[in-house]
């Protein structure tokens, strides 16, 4: 990487031998550039605000935010809430009495006192046992080696609500109670753990990649200096999407795991906006450029990249809007806002800094520490050069050989099961795990699995030859109720399927209940049900979000080439850089290969919006390093005419960048694979290796072999799509031109004949 002069130039004109002067700055360098210590004051002060307004910000986040609340399901569990608050417990104790067993007389009586003292607690109705069932209900809250049994409740209140009163009334239920030991499970327990476990998770994937990524910016760089400038511009991304998220959650409901996504995009884009200003930045003062010039022409060239790179990320992830579930909404909320942010740092606060250190960003070089030899240089990116000259004399083997791999890695995706996410989600020795593993492994049928039917305006007649129908299905287990409400305008039966919560039977079962003819209205509700609900609702929008990610990306990088197969080449390939990922999540979470390894429990299954999530997060990210290889490319293209030269040009001055900003990226996101969550550890681990794909396979071989194949014809487009593009078109440099009267005049001359050909051709 080319490194400023060890001194600045003599005052004087700040233009190099052979150079022509530095066109004025634009209003925006204007802005940016002629009160840089007030740029960087106000900033300052917007970051302060922006900590005190997203303070306390994970607190008001939900754990939720799967199920579809327009669906059936949705709307039986809300009826049921409300008409029956009794009906839908949400807190289990479950009770251990070892080898005395539940039905000791001893423990009997301390079953009922806890149920008692339970039941005494403000915020919790309900409150049922087995001690206190009906016979007929008893067996579904006893263990079948009968040494455990279960208390039952539900605590009132939203989400925020509940959790505090079971911080409340925890410390007084759990632990030793004579000849009994009580845990706490249940899925208000679940959620609970499950915030805090990320929330401490965050913290400690952010002491990880924070001092990990600053080291690697300093190989990058060599200076200290210019190391730091990256990690600030990402931590004001980050508290300021954190205060943007704060004041969501006044309106809508926010996920709490959008938190890590915003760590992991205020980095890692951060870092990758900034260190390829940084890095032309440096490139123009080696040239002779003084420091205005330099921060104009990076702002006019890399500049323009970043921004154009932010709007292609924003769009992939904006796309996940379309979805009803908060979950991903969420992620489009954090999403959008970190890559706007750190785009406008990067573009804002950035060239200020610049302005203010001037040559002082080389200072405190630090690979001074173990680089001895002073052997001349090598010319910059020498070695991806001739790997991209490589990979064109030998294009048909390796498109076909990298092709055919990508797509053999993502093979194990064609088996995916798609579930809804429980207790597993958290560490195997967490208490809410613990409690509901026994359960599933000692309790009969599948208690947290159990349908609920929400039937309206029927007869006690109806209901009763409804319930005898319903008995009669394959799969179903026991059938309870019905249950009439007060008014007696409604009534639920609860019905046990065979097999798994979200088993093949319980999905089945699902269809079959709501394919019964009965003389009233009924709604069914329960996990099996939501699963369903949330297959169809991502099904229903998917369509429309992959084109509206597949058009807009066109549109965008066509204004960035002029091309039109260009566009089509970068979804394709952005497509391909995925299907390691998708292949990875099922051989690994899954199938559950390397759980051990990982510290995660498989539950057999893929939660149904995280392959959404995951492909909106990565293909952005995919075309945030394409744009940047892309645009070197079009800029040599247009200066020289010649198509083989550009694409080894492009990849010999981005293709070690690039490959910084992947590891880097990765690194912050393998810090956030970290996680004792499996999903957020799917999602780290999923996109590390998603961006090292795209940046070492697809970026290095895949791209200059389809270049070198598609040869001149890459650069072709109708006639009136080009006139559309020299009149609208982004570029990064000066205008073709500027850039012939900067160079050579055969150079355009050159161009200009390559473009008529190819049209002509066409």
Same mark, same amino acid.
């Given at each position: 990487?080319?490194?400023?002069p060890?001194?600045?130039?003599?005052?004087g004109?700040?233009?190099?031998?052979g150079?022509?002067?530095?066109?004025?700055?634009g209003?925006?360098?204007?802005?940016?550039?002629?009160?840089?210590?007030?740029?960087?004051?106000?900033?300052?002060?917007?970051?302060?605000?922006?900590v005190?307004a997203g303070?306390?910000?994970?607190?008001?986040?939900?754990?939720?935010?799967?199920?579809?609340?327009?669906?059936?399901?949705?709307?039986?569990?809300?009826?049921?809430?409300?008409?029956?608050?009794?009906?839908?417990?949400?807190?289990?104790?479950?009770?251990?009495?070892?080898?005395?067993?539940?039905?000791?007389?001893?423990?009997?009586?301390?079953?009922?006192?806890?149920?008692?003292?339970?039941?005494?607690?403000?915020?919790?109705?309900?409150?049922?046992s087995?001690?206190?069932?009906?016979?007929?209900?008893?067996?579904?809250?006893?263990?079948?080696?009968?040494?455990?049994?279960?208390?039952?409740?539900?605590?009132?209140?939203?989400?925020k609500?509940?959790?505090?009163?079971?911080?409340r009334?925890?410390?007084?239920l759990?632990?030793?109670?004579?000849?009994?030991?009580?845990s706490?499970?249940?899925?208000?327990?679940?959620?609970?753990?499950?915030?805090?476990?990320?929330?401490?998770d965050?913290?400690?994937?952010?002491?990880i990649?924070?001092?990990?990524?600053?080291?690697?910016?300093?190989?990058?760089?060599?200076s200290?200096v210019?190391?730091l400038?990256?990690?600030?511009?990402?931590?004001?991304?980050?508290?300021?999407?954190?205060?943007?998220?704060?004041g969501?959650?006044?309106?809508?409901?926010?996920s709490?795991? *959008?938190?890590?996504?915003?760590?992991?995009?205020?980095?890692?884009?951060?870092?990758?906006?900034?260190?390829?200003?940084?890095?032309?930045?440096?490139?123009?003062?080696?040239?002779? *450029?003084?420091?205005r010039?330099?921060?104009?022409?990076?702002l006019?060239?890399?500049?323009?990249?970043?921004?154009?790179?932010?709007?292609?990320?924003?769009?992939?992830?904006?796309?996940?809007?379309?979805?009803p579930?908060?979950?991903?909404?969420?992620?489009?909320y954090a999403?959008? *806002?970190?890559?706007?942010?750190?785009?406008?740092?990067?573009?804002?606060?950035?060239?200020?800094?610049?302005m203010?250190?001037?040559y002082?960003v080389?200072?405190?070089?630090?690979?001074?520490?173990?680089?001895?030899?002073?052997?001349?240089?090598?010319?910059?990116?020498?070695?991806?050069?001739?790997?991209a000259?490589?990979?064109?004399?030998?294009?048909?083997?390796?498109?076909?050989?990298?092709?055919?791999?990508?797509?053999?890695?993502?093979?194990?995706?064609?088996?995916?099961k798609?579930g809804?996410?429980?207790?597993?989600?958290?560490?195997a020795?967490?208490?809410?795990?613990?409690?509901?593993?026994?359960?599933?492994?000692?309790?009969p049928?599948?208690?947290d699995?159990?349908?609920k039917?929400? *039937?309206?305006?029927?007869?006690?007649?109806?209901?009763?030859?409804?319930?005898?129908?319903?008995?009669?299905?394959?799969?179903?287990?026991?059938?309870?109720?019905?249950?009439?409400?007060?008014?007696?305008?409604?009534?639920?039966?609860?019905?046990?399927?065979k097999?798994?919560?979200?088993?093949?039977?319980?999905?089945?079962?699902?269809?079959?209940?709501?394919?019964?003819?009965a003389?009233?209205?009924?709604?069914?509700?329960?996990?099996a049900?939501?699963?369903?609900?949330s297959?169809?609702?991502?099904?229903e929008q998917?369509?429309?979000?992959?084109?509206?990610?597949?058009v807009?990306?066109?549109?965008?990088?066509f204004?960035?080439t002029?091309?039109?197969?260009?566009?089509l080449?970068?979804?394709l390939?952005?497509?391909?850089?995925?299907?390691?990922?998708?292949?990875?999540?099922?051989?690994?979470f899954?199938?559950?290969?390397?759980s051990?390894?990982?510290?995660?429990?498989s539950?057999?299954?893929i939660?149904?919006?995280?392959?959404?999530?995951?492909?909106?997060?990565a293909?952005?990210?995919?075309?945030?390093?394409?744009?940047?290889l892309?645009?070197?490319?079009?800029?040599?293209?247009?200066?020289?005419?010649?198509?083989?030269h550009?694409?080894?040009?492009?990849?010999?001055?981005?293709?070690?960048?690039?490959?910084?900003?992947?590891?880097?990226?990765?690194?912050?996101?393998?810090?956030?694979?970290?996680?004792?969550?499996?999903?957020?550890?799917?999602?780290?681990?999923?996109?590390?290796?998603?961006v090292?794909?795209?940046?070492m396979v697809v970026?290095?071989?895949?791209?200059?072999?389809?270049?070198?194949?598609?040869?001149?014809?890459t650069?072709?487009?109708?006639?009136p799509?080009?006139?559309?593009?020299?009149?609208?078109g982004?570029?990064?440099?000066?205008?073709?031109?500027?850039?012939?009267?900067?160079?050579?005049?055969?150079?355009?001359?050159?161009?200009?004949?390559?473009?008529?050909?190819?049209?002509?051709d066409?």
């Amino acid at each position: 990487m080319p490194t400023a002069p060890a001194r600045p130039p003599e005052p004087g004109p700040a233009t190099a031998p052979g150079r022509d002067a530095a066109p004025e700055p634009g209003g925006f360098t204007r802005l940016v550039t002629a009160r840089p210590r007030l740029s960087l004051l106000i900033a300052l002060v917007v970051t302060a605000l922006a900590v005190f307004a997203g303070s306390g910000v994970a607190d008001r986040m939900g754990s939720g935010g799967w199920e579809d609340p327009a669906a059936e399901s949705t709307y039986a569990a809300e009826a049921l809430e409300r008409e029956f608050p009794d009906s839908e417990p949400n807190v289990l104790l479950l009770v251990d009495a070892g080898s005395a067993g539940v039905d000791d007389p001893a423990v009997a009586a301390e079953g009922r006192r806890l149920a008692g003292e339970l039941a005494a607690e403000d915020g919790v109705t309900g409150v049922g046992s087995y001690w206190q069932a009906p016979e007929r209900a008893r067996p579904a809250l006893r263990a079948e080696d009968g040494r455990q049994a279960l208390i039952s409740a539900r605590i009132e209140g939203d989400e925020k609500t509940a959790a505090e009163t079971l911080e409340r009334i925890a410390p007084g239920l759990r632990g030793e109670h004579g000849p009994v030991e009580v845990s706490i499970g249940g899925p208000v327990a679940v959620q609970h753990e499950m915030t805090e476990t990320i929330q401490d998770d965050l913290l400690r994937a952010e002491m990880i990649a924070l001092p990990i990524t600053l080291v690697l910016l300093v190989m990058v760089f060599g200076s200290a200096v210019a190391a730091l400038l990256p990690l600030l511009v990402g931590i004001v991304a980050i508290l300021g999407t954190n205060a943007v998220l704060r004041g969501l959650t006044e309106f809508t409901d926010v996920s709490v795991f *959008a938190m890590n996504l915003t760590t992991a995009l205020g980095l890692g884009l951060a870092i990758d906006y900034a260190l390829f200003i940084v890095r032309r930045y440096r490139e123009e003062l080696a040239a002779g *450029a003084d420091v205005r010039a330099a921060v104009g022409t990076t702002l006019r060239t890399a500049g323009r990249t970043v921004l154009f790179s932010a709007l292609t990320v924003a769009v992939s992830l904006a796309a996940m809007l379309l979805f009803p579930q908060y979950f991903l909404r969420s992620f489009a909320y954090a999403g959008i *806002a970190v890559v706007l942010l750190a785009a406008a740092a990067a573009l804002i606060l950035l060239p200020a800094a610049l302005m203010l250190l001037g040559y002082r960003v080389n200072s405190l070089d630090l690979r001074r520490l173990w680089r001895r030899d002073r052997a001349p240089k090598k010319e910059q990116g020498a070695g991806w050069g001739r790997a991209a000259a490589l990979v064109m004399r030998r294009a048909p083997v390796f498109a076909l050989a990298t092709t055919a791999g990508l797509l053999l890695l993502g093979l194990p995706f064609l088996g995916v099961k798609f579930g809804t996410p429980d207790d597993r989600q958290l560490p195997a020795s967490a208490e809410s795990h613990v409690v509901q593993q026994h359960i599933r492994e000692g309790f009969p049928g599948s208690p947290d699995g159990a349908l609920k039917v929400l *039937a309206e305006q029927g007869t006690p007649e109806e209901y009763g030859a409804y319930r005898a129908r319903v008995a009669g299905l394959p799969d179903v287990l026991r059938v309870e109720g019905p249950v009439p409400s007060a008014s007696g305008e409604a009534a639920y039966f609860t019905v046990l399927p065979k097999g798994e919560a979200v088993g093949p039977e319980a999905q089945q079962l699902v269809h079959e209940l709501r394919a019964q003819d009965a003389p009233f209205e009924t709604s069914v509700t329960g996990r099996a049900a939501q699963l369903e609900d949330s297959k169809a609702a991502i099904g229903e929008q998917l369509p429309w979000a992959l084109a509206i990610i597949a058009v807009v990306t066109l549109l965008l990088v066509f204004l960035l080439t002029g091309s039109v197969l260009i566009p089509l080449q970068a979804v394709l390939l952005n497509g391909l850089s995925l299907t390691a990922m998708f292949g990875a999540m099922v051989w690994v979470f899954q199938e559950g290969h390397l759980s051990g390894l990982l510290g995660f429990t498989s539950t057999g299954d893929i939660e149904t919006t995280l392959p959404v999530l995951m492909f909106c997060v990565a293909f952005g990210l995919s075309m945030d390093y394409g744009v940047f290889l892309l645009s070197r490319i079009k800029e040599e293209y247009d200066r020289t005419g010649r198509h083989e030269h550009a694409v080894k040009f492009g990849l010999q001055h981005t293709g070690g960048l690039i490959t910084a900003a992947a590891v880097i990226l990765a690194v912050v996101m393998v810090a956030i694979g970290t996680s004792r969550v499996t999903n957020t550890k799917m999602l780290g681990l999923g996109i590390a290796l998603a961006v090292l794909m795209d940046a070492m396979v697809v970026r290095s071989l895949l791209v200059p072999a389809v270049l070198k194949l598609t040869g001149r014809w890459t650069w072709w487009a109708p006639g009136p799509l080009r006139r559309l593009h020299e009149r609208f078109g982004l570029r990064e440099g000066e205008a073709p031109a500027e850039a012939a009267r900067e160079t050579a005049p055969e150079a355009a001359a050159t161009t200009a004949a390559s473009r008529e050909k190819v049209g002509a051709d066409a």
